[in-house]
């Protein structure tokens, strides 16, 4: 509206000469950016294999047996699940189901990951973007994983001893929450960055009034999952980060228009990262000033709240050119950088001058011109950022101090550019979230793969391109393409020393009662109900068969009794929708309710030992 336009902080932005060729390639980027079916004959014009096929100097295989030097954690976006792959290899080594139900691992068909998933909303999907693993002081812990979902406005947890989903928080008045990061140096909280605009609560009070929509920063406790307050602010907010010292919070954001429809979001030349003081958000939630929205507090830091009045705003709106996208904190923690999205720049926000500054726009420092599309940015721990850029399909690598000597606009801080196969989102480095980067590889998450691999109908793969970036001299050496199923959005890659899996299960780590060999019991508790205690070794169940009555509701808990790492078993039972996956000690339980009477042949689904297909358990169900 006006008057909150009348509000705006002053401003004073540098201007960035864009060039007439720049101006269509711009204008380019705007449809580009809003469907990917128009642009692929407009930015397409570099259609096969060229520099790709490149040799890459130096040798960073992994031999068959060996193990590679860190875990890639990639979202799997609509896929709802994590991917866990292994670098230099990029060796494909597990999936965590996140917000989907999956068969292989049993998630969503035990009882406890269908509570997980039930008491998440319910839904079938989600769209996982932003995958971050917990730090402690400034460096990977190796404790959990947590990431977003777009889809239905919610966080989860992955609890990294057994790279398995156990919480998911169904996070109120906000929809698609999209950046997902820590406060730093410790995890003390997960934000959630609120993206669309809805009214709050959203139960059907003021559906058609944009203006009476909005959207919120969630801070959610790590350990309890629950959301302890969310500030709201003007506009659509999109990807985060936090400062390396826990004051401050990154978010950048797209729509300051407040507008419905693509041109009103992208009518602006401007639009603002917001600095989120944490200290001051808590300190106003202490002192009640909030208004509680859906059970949780919800702290007003839009620009005319009087939150923002006086010498402690608890958001500081930083105006930067158009639609700045990703935004990440150099490890050092001097500054934040945004990525201009429509905007050929990447802005350099001084974090310390935040809070120093009368007018926010005084603590931007620099604002390089990095190519066309510009979407995010990693480091590598020597100085460097590596920014994608959508549009001109690049890896740009930068030099930030630079960047700051340097006059707005000047190209003079690329000290390096790679073409990559084709419009990348985001690219990450290795340890590029900490304080530490290793600084020896970078993926690029390239959204389309064109002709790059076999054709396999009308989908394609996704393009994740693995660079070596160890050697400054050298420059950036692309090592290889690896296919990747629809559709990863960001990553976190952990040194292999930081993260230390179980290879059988504690059961002091699960609630349920294991069951070991001759505890096995079937109970009839009543008229209708069905209690069995069995367990599995190769190469049976503790019961050959088992007799329940149709309509009976039965639940079984059952023990993987194996000690040995890698046996695992399951329970599948045909035409009742049941696969529990058992790994070793590992137990769990399933309720179903045998509405069907008949024989159902309950077996094994990984394959354990030679007699696996002999690893079977008749379940009779006699008719009624
Ligand atoms: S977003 Cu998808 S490429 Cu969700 Cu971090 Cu930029
Ligand atoms: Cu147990 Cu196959």
Not at 376 to 391: E, L
Request: proline share 6%; charged share 25%; glycine share 10%.
């Amino acid at each position: 509206t006006d008057a909150t336009a009348a509000k705006r902080p002053s401003l004073d932005l540098p201007r960035l000469e864009l060039g007439r060729r720049d101006f269509m390639k711009a204008g380019a980027a705007v449809g580009a950016m809003s469907g990917l079916a128009g642009c692929t004959s407009i930015l397409a014009d570099d259609e096969g294999d060229d520099s790709g096929g490149a040799a890459a100097s130096g040798d960073h295989s992994v031999a068959p047996g060996e193990h590679d030097e860190y875990y890639g954690f990639l979202s799997g976006g609509h896929t709802g699940e994590i991917r866990v792959v292994g670098i230099p290899s990029m060796r494909e080594l597990m999936r965590i189901p996140v917000f989907q139900t999956e068969s292989a691992r049993g998630f969503g068909h035990d009882a406890k990951s269908s509570a997980i998933l039930e008491e998440g909303g319910g839904y079938t999907w989600g769209d996982t973007h932003h995958p971050r693993v917990s730090q402690t002081d400034n460096d990977y812990d190796g404790r959990w994983l947590f990431v977003n979902d777009k889809a239905n406005g919610r966080m989860a947890r992955v609890d990294l001893k057994y790279f398995e989903t156990d919480a998911i928080t169904n996070v109120p008045n906000s929809q698609a929450v999209h950046g997902a990061c820590m406060q730093l140096p410790d995890t003390q909280l997960v934000f959630g960055v609120g993206e669309f605009r809805v009214p709050m609560p959203n139960d059907g009070r003021d559906v058609d009034d944009p203006d009476a929509y909005g959207s919120v920063l969630t801070a959610i406790d790590p350990e309890t999952m629950d959301v302890e307050w969310q500030v709201e602010v003007d506009g659509n907010m999109d990807n985060g980060d936090g400062g390396k010292e826990g004051r401050w919070f990154f978010a950048t954001g797209y729509n300051s228009e407040e507008g419905v429809t693509e041109g009103e979001m992208a009518r602006s030349d401007r639009d603002y990262v917001k600095a989120f003081d944490i200290p001051a958000i808590w300190d106003a939630v202490e002192a009640g000033e909030y208004e509680e929205i859906s059970g949780v507090p919800v702290v007003d830091g839009t620009m005319e709240s009087s939150l923002n009045e006086g010498d402690r705003p608890i958001v500081r709106y930083v105006a930067t050119p158009k639609s700045p996208h990703g935004v990440s904190v150099t490890p050092n923690g001097d500054y934040a950088i945004a990525s201009g999205k429509l905007d050929p720049s990447c802005t350099v926000i001084d974090v310390e001058a935040i809070a120093e500054v009368d007018d926010p726009q005084d603590a931007i420092v620099g604002q390089p011109r990095i190519g066309m599309g510009p979407l995010h940015t990693a480091y590598d721990g020597r100085g460097h950022a590596y920014t994608t850029t959508f549009i001109d399909s690049e890896v740009v690598k930068w030099d930030y101090e630079a960047a700051v000597e340097a006059e707005a606009g000047s190209e003079e801080p690329v000290v390096d550019r790679h073409d990559v196969h084709y419009n990348p989102g985001h690219l990450i480095a290795s340890e590029s979230y900490t304080a530490s980067p290793q600084g020896d590889y970078l993926i690029s998450l390239n959204k389309l793969s064109k002709d790059r691999f076999l054709p396999v109908g009308p989908i394609h793969p996704e393009n994740d391109q693995l660079f070596h970036i160890g050697d400054d001299d050298a420059g950036l050496e692309l090592i290889k393409d690896k296919p990747s199923y629809p559709e990863p959005h960001d990553a976190s890659i952990v040194h292999k020393d930081k993260i230390e899996p179980a290879k059988t299960w504690d059961p002091a780590d699960y609630e349920l009662d294991y069951v070991a060999e001759g505890e096995e019991s079937i109970e009839r508790i009543d008229d209708s109900t069905v209690e069995i205690e069995m367990w599995a070794r190769r190469n049976q169940y503790a019961f050959p068969d088992v007799t329940v009555q149709e309509g009976d509701e039965v639940t079984i808990r059952i023990s993987n009794v194996e000690t040995t790492s890698d046996v695992i078993h399951s329970i599948a039972i045909p035409e009742y929708d049941v696969n529990l996956a058992l790994a070793p000690q590992d137990t769990r339980e399933v309720t179903f309710t045998a509405d069907q009477p008949g024989v159902y042949w309950a077996y094994c689904a990984y394959f354990c030992s030679a007699l696996h297909l002999e690893m079977r358990s008749r379940i009779l169900v006699e008719p009624q």
